[in-house]
């Protein structure tokens, strides 16, 4: 039997923010990070588009967002280490929401409530989107939502930030199955020990146990016999080369019909692209379907870019996007097992939202509560009381 202070289930980007908050929470006993897969071929992390942003609805989802943002403009800085400097490579090129007739009502209410927790955001009018971006069509838009602070970065590049810095910090990697689990409080006793028992390693006893599985949360959840609402969602997403580079450096732009685009981080006549696949029952699904780039996501980029000449596919791959009912995370210990703690359901903002989350379980570990963040919007039990997030993503 082996031991430890506190396990995390789930090595991408929550998880290891989480392992690296503990540390600097003051947590000195052994932190442990199971994670299934060290090349993160299907992490939800690596497949993200890597877009950073304030641009929410409510206080509490831009409170987590703006702290978050300001990790982000410090980070290959602050988690550099013995181990290297992360490359993470945060881009504040800006964070634009297009308006459409259709949208238009929702995004200026959320535009005001942004306005008033002091974040940077314009209203843009068409003429004025088509002079900050002269390579996009306008005609059929209403104009835009934009965050000039905001941008993107490398998802690869902060991963690696807090997995080094983590390790560095003495956190234990275990490259291992999770084969199943019994959390704390779920037996006769209400002692809040739980059980973690892997493929090769066997079982471990934690104090602390954080379940962080991104779109594996339901499999993993159920080891365990709990039920969290919880589903993860196909998003296509790819890269292409345009013909024409354009002069001005093109935001993070969120467009109709769920296509999301940037520049990638590193070379200039490349794009990314992701489109968010509603029309087919929730579950994991990592085929890439080139129909749905040939039919939807090239014509729709060629349209709303022409300014960038023809397209290029250059490679193409699917991820996921874990959704909750709400659309917002679940954030905190669970309601009846004590010493169980979440952090799932992300909804597409794991990479986004990722130094706040950490932040947050680190201190209701260490702590007993979040101090830094209010996380009580975040609980699980929110589902059955209906006290739901007002605030539907994108």
Same mark, same amino acid.
């Given at each position: 039997?082996?031991?430890a202070d506190v396990v995390i289930i789930g090595?991408?980007?929550?998880?290891?923010?989480?392992?690296?908050?503990?540390?600097?929470?003051?947590? @000195?006993?052994?932190? #442990?990070?199971?994670?299934?897969?060290?090349?993160?071929?299907?992490?939800?992390?690596?497949?993200?588009?890597?877009?950073?942003?304030?641009?929410? *609805?409510?206080?509490?989802?831009?409170? #987590?967002?703006?702290?978050?943002?300001?990790?982000?403009?410090?980070?290959?800085?602050?988690?550099?280490?013995?181990? *290297?400097?992360?490359?993470?490579?945060?881009?504040?090129?800006?964070?634009?929401?297009?308006?459409?007739?259709?949208?238009?009502?929702?995004?200026?209410?959320?535009?005001?409530?942004?306005?008033?927790?002091?974040?940077?955001?314009?209203?843009?009018?068409?003429?004025?989107?088509?002079?900050?971006?002269?390579?996009?069509?306008?005609?059929?838009?209403?104009?835009?939502?934009?965050?000039?602070?905001?941008?993107?970065?490398?998802?690869? *590049?902060?991963?690696?930030?807090?997995?080094?810095?983590?390790?560095?910090?003495?956190?234990?990697?275990?490259?291992?199955?999770?084969?199943?689990?019994?959390?704390?409080?779920?037996?006769?006793?209400?002692?809040?020990?739980?059980?973690?028992?892997?493929?090769? #390693?066997?079982?471990?006893?934690?104090?602390?146990?954080?379940?962080?599985? *991104?779109?594996? @949360?339901?499999?993993?959840?159920?080891?365990?016999?709990?039920?969290?609402?919880?589903?993860?969602?196909?998003?296509?997403?790819?890269?292409?080369?345009?013909?024409?580079?354009?002069?001005?450096?093109?935001?993070?732009?969120?467009?109709?019909?769920?296509?999301?685009?940037?520049?990638? @981080?590193?070379?200039?006549?490349? #794009?990314?692209?992701?489109?968010?696949?509603?029309?087919?029952?929730?579950?994991?699904?990592?085929?890439?379907?080139?129909?749905?780039f040939d039919d939807h996501m090239g014509p729709?980029?060629?349209?709303?870019?022409?300014?960038?000449?023809?397209?290029?596919?250059?490679?193409?791959?699917?991820?996921?996007?874990?959704?909750?009912?709400?659309?917002?995370?679940?954030?905190?210990?669970?309601?009846?097992?004590?010493?169980?703690?979440?952090?799932?359901?992300?909804?597409?903002?794991?990479?986004?939202?990722?130094?706040?989350?950490?932040?947050?379980?680190?201190?209701?570990?260490?702590?007993?509560?979040?101090?830094?963040?209010?996380?009580?919007?975040?609980?699980?039990?929110?589902?059955?009381?209906?006290?739901?997030?007002p605030d539907a993503q994108i």
């Amino acid at each position: 039997m082996h031991t430890a202070d506190v396990v995390i289930i789930g090595g991408g980007i929550i998880g290891a923010s989480i392992a690296y908050h503990l540390r600097q929470e003051g947590e @000195t006993g052994r932190v #442990m990070v199971i994670e299934q897969d060290a090349t993160y071929a299907r992490a939800s992390t690596a497949m993200s588009l890597g877009g950073i942003r304030q641009l929410y *609805g409510v206080p509490c989802n831009i409170a #987590m967002a703006r702290y978050s943002l300001q990790v982000y403009e410090q980070f290959d800085v602050v988690m550099a280490g013995d181990w *290297g400097q992360p490359q993470a490579h945060f881009h504040q090129r800006g964070y634009c929401f297009i308006m459409t007739p259709e949208n238009r009502d929702v995004l200026l209410r959320k535009y005001d409530v942004q306005r008033q927790m002091g974040v940077e955001v314009e209203c843009l009018t068409p003429e004025q989107l088509q002079e900050r971006i002269p390579a996009m069509r306008v005609d059929d838009l209403s104009g835009a939502i934009y965050g000039q602070r905001d941008g993107y970065l490398n998802p690869r *590049g902060a991963l690696q930030g807090y997995v080094e810095r983590s390790r560095e910090l003495g956190c234990t990697w275990l490259q291992d199955e999770v084969t199943g689990f019994t959390p704390g409080g779920s037996g006769a006793s209400s002692e809040p020990t739980s059980t973690v028992y892997t493929r090769k #390693m066997g079982a471990i006893t934690t104090r602390a146990l954080v379940l962080a599985a *991104g779109p594996w @949360t339901p499999h993993v959840a159920a080891l365990a016999g709990l039920d969290l609402p919880v589903q993860p969602v196909r998003r296509q997403a790819c890269e292409v080369i345009i013909s024409k580079t354009p002069r001005e450096k093109l935001p993070m732009i969120i467009d109709a019909n769920d296509i999301h685009f940037r520049p990638h @981080t590193e070379f200039d006549d490349h #794009m990314l692209a992701t489109h968010v696949v509603r029309d087919e029952p929730p579950g994991l699904q990592f085929v890439w379907d080139p129909a749905q780039f040939d039919d939807h996501m090239g014509p729709h980029l060629q349209r709303r870019l022409p300014g960038v000449g023809p397209l290029q596919l250059q490679r193409g791959w699917a991820g996921h996007y874990v959704m909750t009912p709400d659309e917002n995370p679940i954030l905190g210990e669970h309601p009846t097992h004590p010493g169980l703690y979440l952090a799932v359901g992300l909804s597409g903002h794991g990479v986004m939202l990722a130094p706040a989350v950490g932040k947050v379980l680190a201190e209701i570990i260490c702590q007993g509560r979040s101090v830094t963040l209010d996380a009580r919007p975040y609980r699980l039990e929110r589902f059955a009381t209906g006290d739901l997030i007002p605030d539907a993503q994108i």
